[in-house]
């Protein structure tokens, strides 16, 4: 079984504590989930170990990436975009949309999540490859003979004040502008930057907005997708912040009226033993614009929780541990965002735990600030294992995610479950 997904600085600071994990029968209401399908491994030309929340359209085609594989058929090498279609019998057709090519500059290890615009063209990050093999900004767009051509919007180049490795996806404001971070920046203590590549017409031009300073006072290696909000930026970095420089901190970023943005912190984890973590999750904002994120350590049993931020009118935000894992139902929340349903439930992915260790799909009812969680569904690796991206809704009203690894191959799988 896979263990937490870490970045390499991660794993040197991790060394230093033990988990528990406790295993046991997850609830008889969990189902097991339908595999729509399964990668077939090392050197898969299908692409192999998804690891990030689909994107759907509105005709009920699902968008995601994978890390490796492709066309070229290079063990631990380039990904894939793909796309899966409804099939009109209930099923869905598997195809890859673009497969990175190890001997061109066209990027490297896509981002775990693709975005749409209005027209159907899909915008994504890798993490390396490009001009000087620091990771790009692409567009893919859908051309009339049913192919799809690859544009790419930017090559980070480590210098000129601009980041590196750009490890996650991107988000768009309603004007088509694009919003992202790179976990690594060219300039003071590499602590990573946010930029924007503004859209005119059909060109996108790039500056750095933010380049981050680390602890004490900062953030460091922003690792999430940003969340557009009231004309704001929010985001996650998975270290830094005001109480150590391993815990991570929530950043703001807002416009000043001059062009440019202004960042503040306004949730430090590290507080205590309870909101300990590194935190790598997109954060989600509901109606009333309170903040819920998920911790990948922390909550009372140290391996994961659930939490809402609430902005007061003196600008700062309160925190309320609404969750806590404990192994049995699920250990180490996932990258991706939770996500809502009409009614206020919370939906959301562990990487591990559950009945077999393998992962779960789980929901959260709001009863006051206690909330319920009920199992969704728990991996056993046949049927997928770490599911490390999010859900997301589909055809049918029902739930839509990856697994990085398990399946038939062990290569990952694209699963549906029913809410």
């Not at 990030?52 to 968008?63: H, R």
């Not at 775990?112 to 767009?141: H, K, M, R």
């Not at 935190?279 to 509901?286: G, K, M, R, Y």
Request: net charge negative.
């Amino acid at each position: 079984m896979p263990h937490k997904k870490h970045t390499l600085e991660t794993i040197l600071f991790l060394s230093m504590f033990a988990l528990t994990t406790f295993l046991a029968s997850a609830p008889a209401s969990a189902q097991t989930p339908t595999i729509l399908h399964s990668f077939n491994g090392a050197g898969g030309v299908d692409g192999y170990n998804p690891n990030g929340t689909l994107v759907a359209d509105n005709l009920g085609n699902l968008y995601g990436t994978t890390t490796y594989g492709g066309t070229y058929n290079v063990v631990d090498c380039c990904g894939t975009v793909f796309e899966l279609s409804p099939n009109g019998s209930g099923g869905f057709n598997y195809s890859i949309l673009y497969s990175f090519n190890p001997n061109d500059k066209d990027g490297n290890y896509p981002s775990p999540t693709v975005i749409l615009d209005g027209n159907g063209n899909l915008y994504g990050t890798t993490s390396a490859g490009g001009t000087v093999d620091q990771g790009t900004v692409f567009e893919l767009s859908p051309q009339s003979c049913g192919t799809w051509k690859e544009t790419i919007l930017y090559n980070f180049i480590r210098n000129g004040g601009d980041g590196q490795e750009p490890m996650a996806g991107l988000t768009m404001d309603p004007k088509g502008n694009l919003y992202g971070t790179t976990f690594l920046s060219s300039t003071g203590c590499g602590c990573g930057t946010v930029f924007e590549l503004a859209k005119s017409g059909a060109a996108f031009s790039y500056k750095t907005i933010y380049t981050f300073t680390g602890y004490p006072d900062d953030g460091k290696a922003p690792n999430s997708v940003l969340t557009f909000h009231d004309g704001k930026l929010f985001g996650v970095t998975a270290f830094g912040g005001a109480y150590g420089a391993y815990d991570g901190a929530i950043f703001e970023l807002s416009p000043n009226g001059s062009g440019g943005w202004t960042e503040s912190l306004i949730h430090s984890f590290g507080s205590s033993n309870s909101d300990s973590t590194p935190s790598i999750a997109t954060v989600v904002f509901d109606s009333s614009g309170n903040l819920y994120g998920t911790t990948y350590f922390g909550g009372a049993y140290g391996i994961g929780s659930v939490y809402k931020l609430s902005p007061s009118s003196d600008g700062s935000w309160s925190d309320t541990l609404l969750f806590s894992f404990d192994g049995t139902n699920g250990d180490g929340p996932d990258y991706g965002a939770l996500i809502f349903d009409a009614k206020g439930n919370l939906y959301g992915t562990t990487q591990v735990g559950g009945a077999d260790g393998d992962g779960a799909v789980y929901e959260l009812t709001p009863a006051g600030e206690a909330w319920t969680q009920t199992f969704l569904a728990s991996f056993d690796g046949t049927d997928g294992n770490f599911a490390y991206g999010g859900v997301v809704f589909g055809p049918g009203g029902n739930l839509y995610g990856t697994t990085e690894y398990g399946g038939t191959h062990d290569g990952g799988v694209v699963y549906q479950i029913k809410p």
